[in-house]
């Protein structure tokens, strides 16, 4: 899988990988740019926070404390979007 990433780089194509974290089945489809753009979709079994009177809200947080020992030095600046 690797060199498949590595041929995509050179070639400065779109990097998609869907991924789960061990032992949770949570995860999320992850693209990577050319110019270094990273978009995370929390849409694999998507963990949500109960909150008052509105559900199915995405636990930010969880996924923030998953990716920051990762891909942290590689972000410059996070945005965060809810889409319905």
Do not use: A, C
Not at 4 to 31: A, C, P, Y
């Amino acid at each position: 899988m690797l060199k498949i990433l590595s041929t995509k780089e050179k070639q400065r194509e779109l990097i998609g990988v869907g991924m789960t974290w061990k032992d949770t089945n949570i995860g999320g489809t992850f693209l990577i740019s050319d110019n270094g753009t990273f978009v995370m979709s929390p849409d694999i079994n998507r963990k949500v926070v109960e909150v008052e009177s509105y559900s199915n809200i995405t636990d930010i947080n969880w996924y923030m404390t998953k990716m920051m020992p990762i891909f942290g030095p590689l972000f410059e600046s996070i945005s965060y979007y809810k889409h319905e």
